[in-house]
């Protein structure tokens, strides 16, 4: 398969790299096929939940998905790649993965996983709703209180209205910019701490 970003991310820079994603919904099911279509060989997909029709708008899976675990699906779609991801069809307990993409929508989840965080990891985790995207990149050396400030408990998030969740160019634009935040750690590229980006009035924030 030719490789047209050879000079941005040799494919020796991530063919072989443990790469775990948590969550294989809105974000995370966008990211596992951008990471295919990057040159992802090591993939590990985490999710114990299941398609529904609701999902269709949104996230990667089509009608004949409905039904199936999340992780499945997508490893299925991941076969035309012609490699196998490991797939645990489950609730996430821990990695090992050199990289850890976060795509969870539970404030305690993604709390439980930094303090996981193992010296060689690096964590990239994206949250999104109506038209914000914020997405943060964490490692051992990340000062832990600035990380953990932006982990307040489920029952502080600000509320998004149902039908306003999940639009499907913000979760591509999460999925992206995570894509991206771990194209930079692969290539030793400085990867900001914080990305903010409100698609409606065009405003980017970026923390370093």
């Known amino acids: 398969m030719e490789n047209r970003h050879e ?110 965080l193992q010296p060689h990891q690096f964590i990239t985790e994206g949250r999104m709703g109506g038209e914000l995207a914020r997405i943060y990149a964490v490692d051992s050396t990340t000062p832990s209180g600035n990380y953990l400030a932006q982990l307040y408990s489920d029952e502080d998030a600000e509320p998004t209205p149902c039908g306003s969740r999940a639009l499907a160019y913000n979760t591509q634009l999460t999925a992206s910019l995570m894509a991206s935040n771990i194209r930079k750690r692969l290539t030793g590229d400085p990867v900001p701490f914080e990305i903010v980006f409100d698609i409606k009035n065009l405003g980017l924030s970026v923390t370093r």
């Open 7 to 116: 000079n941005i991310l040799p494919s020796a820079s991530i063919e072989n790299i443990p790469i775990a994603i948590i969550g294989l919904g809105g974000i995370g099911s966008h990211l596992a096929l951008m990471l295919a279509k990057m040159g992802a060989r090591n993939l590990e997909l985490c999710d114990f939940d299941t398609v529904d029709e609701v999902n269709i708008s949104s996230q990667a899976f089509t009608p004949d998905d409905i039904g199936k675990n999340k992780a499945e699906a997508i490893a299925e779609k991941l076969h035309a790649f012609n490699f196998l991801p490991t797939v645990h069809a489950n609730r996430f307990t821990a990695s090992n993965a050199d990289i850890l993409a976060v795509c969870v929508d539970s404030m305690a989840t993604r709390k439980a996983i930094y303090e996981q």
